[in-house]
């Protein structure tokens, strides 16, 4: 039981990591002019986004079916390095720049780069996936208007149950990233002498459901497509192994670690983001130096955390489950919150308000 409170822990302040980071990012982003879109409160880009998420995904599942994993490794990794880019750029000091460039934030990224090919242990992962998953949410949270942002977690929420329960495609897709150690998910070590180079990563809903005795659980949480999917983040949030059948949570967090999808702490983030940056009915920004919080993007990161408890418990049953229906859910429902208790009419709210 011990083990499934410190995989909990961790997970919990990765999640806040990124957070945290997404609302650092937000004001740098706005100053340096990296909005991706003209229009950030027109719905069709959340459908855009979709329709991206969708052929990266066939891309990917490609790539990895035709024995071609190189390609997706190194289309990955460079979107790693083009994303920490971005981070480093606002928050590294330009002492030396070339052509416009900041060129200690093109060494970091780099750096990045090579720490994820030449030796891609579990910290390596980690420190990438928050860099990656902070830049990637804020990023999103300032190109996506309220409707859009909140549209876009509806749909991947239900894409992602649709490919973990139905089809099965994104637990074939995270297996193939985890054999390719990418940073595509969130590792925590369980025991002090673990390493991500030498697991074999976490089992499939198919193999969990026929090898209830040699491995009893995988609580799968994935993260449907990519917080950018320039930057795949498809992951799986698993916890599996062998463990006590009268001790639930022993059982899942048997294992040596933890795994739980880049994209699961990606895609509730951008909604934190953007209302942060949108500010629904003027909300005022609260007093924290450094980051720009109001009540509704607070409710949302508290929100994410009560679905990402709810997750965590379904992950001690010993099952394999999509993370984004409850992350999702619980970020709309914490966003939802903090804005009546801004006085927010509901209207403006979901971004509605400029229709009616």
Sequence with gaps: ???????????????VAVQVGALVLVEPFVDAGYRTVEDPSDPTNSLLYVGAILVATAVMLGAIRLGVEGLLQGLIVFAAVFLAFYVFSVTVPAVVTYAGLNLPAVAAAALLGVGLLAYPEWYVIDAAGVVMGAGAAGLFGISFGLAPALLLLVVLAVYDAVSVYGTEHMLTLASGAMDLRLPVVFVVPLTLSYSFLDDDGPATLEND???????????????AGAPDD???????????????????????????????????????????????FFRPGDAGLLAVPGLAVTLPALGAMAGTLCGLSGLLWLVTKGRAHAGLPLLNGGAIAGY?????????AVAEAVGLAPYL
């Design 1 to 15: 039981m011990e083990r499934a409170y410190v995989a909990a822990a961790a997970t919990v302040g990765l999640f």
């Design 209 to 223: 459901e026929k090898s209830d005795a040699d491995a009893p659980g995988t609580g799968e949480s994935d993260g």
């Design 230 to 276: 320039d930057i795949d983040d498809d992951g799986s949030g698993d916890a599996d192994g062998g463990g006590d059948a009268d001790d639930p949570a022993g059982e899942a967090f048997a294992r040596d670690a933890f795994f739980i999808g880049l994209g699961d702490a990606v895609i509730p983030t951008i909604l934190v983001a953007s209302a942060a």
């Design 336 to 344: 939802l919150l903090g804005t009546a208790l801004a006085g927010v």
